[in-house]
């Protein structure tokens, strides 16, 4: 199906022509009648221009020149040679204009044709009376009467009717100007006629291509932004049809429904491994943390039990039931922040009965935020770094005291000892492995790692775990969550 339909590019260089072909046509017609009606003008030009050159004096030249040789009783060479600035050459002038108007045959208007031939007998005529005159001079008798009647009958004459003909062929000529203006003017107004008509038709083709082109262009288009905008609020149920499409555009759909299939299938990949590994990486951790608290507890069980103090035996046994009860919670993510509270507290109350001369610990919580929900084991973790790494290194009782509550629209607990604190480099240090994780196998910290980057997967990087320490005074952990009634609400991964 994509072979039948017609590229965009074919669609936009057929759009190209029906924009080119037209003002190209008009404008070739416009020039060449306009170069047409140039050259007839401008040829009408040029032949008035050398007719006119001996319409004026061209008698007044021939005649003086012959009226010099008659009294001179001399030849037209020898008149020429001793009078060259005074008189001109009549043969040279009979040959030049002879010249011209036998150019001027077959340029010039046929009705001006029978007057050059006219003008070129005359000329004829003209050489032979000077000829003549001529002759009459060089011979032995005297014949200057017959000379100078030569002169006023044929001569002058002659040169007169020549320059008569000559203005008479400029006129004519002239008059040939206004047929040209007037094929000019029926011109301007065909090609004006000719031009709003294919300006109409053109325009109106013009508007159905680029209808059509830019339907085929952006229909599709926008459908491909609705789609990517739907894609991108998570919805992969919009599929572009491209029946109708170009061949990119249609490539462009069936790439874009490719990809979104493709996208839908690794988000549900990724979300199914990162379930899994968030179930992998919590068991790890219980795996790591139950055994040892659970065998100390036992331990400490076993102890109250050989001292012969039930009471007490039975308290951290109920105790550890509850810890356990809360840390499996039916194999749920997501805990209310009362469960998460009870479970921090069995942890405490067992810690207490086993480090009762060194511990002593406060917990409040603003009832409010009991209806929302909370990541399993957060807190208990944070609770127990303190008692390791502060409260026991220390000399004396400690004191561990857990708040929290509810500021700017999140759920903000913090965790405080009054251990050993810590430097500003030793504080740098177990951020850094709180964020990056632990880079040798007994380095430590993965729990906090592990808690840290569980806060990060369900709710977001703006939220997690940060600590304050100062050296000596002991140390704060602040954990901060956004509110959320029930784990359906978790951010998608």
């Known amino acids: 199906m994509k072979e039948k339909r017609m590229s965009l590019s074919s669609r936009l260089r057929i759009n190209m022509l029906i924009t080119i072909v037209p003002m190209v046509g008009l404008l070739l017609f416009s020039l060449v009648s306009l170069v047409s009606t140039a050259n007839s003008y401008d040829q009408i030009v040029r032949n008035i221009t050398a007719a006119n050159a001996y319409s004026i004096d061209f008698k007044q030249k021939v005649d003086y020149a012959m009226y010099r040789v008659v009294i001179a009783n001399t030849s ?5 040679a001793t009078n060259k600035t005074e008189v001109c050459n009549p043969y040279e002038l009979i040959e030049e204009t002879r010249q011209v108007f036998e150019n001027l045959k077959g340029i010039s208007q046929k009705d001006n044709l029978r007057r050059i031939k006219n003008i070129l007998k005359n000329l004829d005529n003209l050489k032979t009376q000077i000829q003549r005159i001529e ?27 020549t320059q008569e003909q000559i203005q008479e062929y400029i006129y004519y000529e002239a008059s040939a100007l206004e047929d040209v203006r007037q094929m000019l003017h029926g011109r301007v107004e065909l090609t004006i006629i000719l031009t709003l008509i294919i300006f109409v038709c053109y325009l109106f083709s013009l508007w159905l291509s680029n209808k059509k082109v830019n339907d085929s262009i952006t229909r599709p288009v926008k459908e491909l932004c609705v789609a990517t905008e739907s894609l991108a609020k998570g919805d992969f149920s919009t599929t572009i049809k491209d029946a109708s499409y170009d061949y990119e555009i249609a490539t ?9 299939r493709e996208i839908s299938r690794l988000i549900d990949t990724i979300k199914e491994e990162q379930k899994n590994l968030r179930a992998t990486e919590l068991q790890l951790y219980q795996a790591q943390i139950n055994p040892h608290f659970l065998y100390n507890t036992l331990d400490t069980i076993v102890a109250l039990v050989e001292c012969r103090m039930p009471h007490e035996a039975v308290q951290m046994i109920t105790a550890l039931s509850d810890f356990f009860r809360t840390t499996l919670s039916e194999g749920r993510d997501f805990i209310l922040i009362s469960e998460e509270e009870s479970h921090v507290r069995s942890y405490l109350k067992i810690q207490q009965m086993r480090y009762q001369d060194i511990l002593d610990y406060s917990i409040e919580i603003d009832p409010e935020m009991y209806q929302y929900t909370i990541l399993k084991l957060t807190l208990q973790p944070l609770v127990e770094n303190a008692l390791y790494h502060g409260i ?47 880079k040798k196998k007994n380095e430590g910290g993965f729990g906090l790692y592990n808690v840290q980057q569980r806060i990060l997967l369900n709710y977001g990087p703006e939220y997690g775990v940060t600590f304050s320490s100062r050296e000596g005074e002991g140390t704060t952990a602040t954990v901060v969550i956004p509110m959320r009634l029930d784990d359906s609400e978790k951010i998608p991964h």
């Open 252 to 260: 462009l759909a069936e790439s874009f429904n490719h990809m979104k």
């Open 76 to 80: 037209v060479q020898h008149l020429v």
């Open 135 to 161: 002759t009459n001079n060089l011979s032995t008798a005297h014949h200057y009467d017959e000379n100078m009647r030569l002169l006023e009958l044929n001569i002058y004459i002659l040169t007169e009717i």
């Open 392 to 438: 026991k290194e220390k000399r004396g009782k400690g004191f561990i005291r857990i708040l929290g509550m509810i500021e700017n629209a999140t759920l903000v607990f913090t965790i405080n000892d009054n251990g050993i604190g810590m430097n500003k480099e030793h504080l740098l240090e177990i951020t850094q492995r709180m964020n990056r994780g632990p």
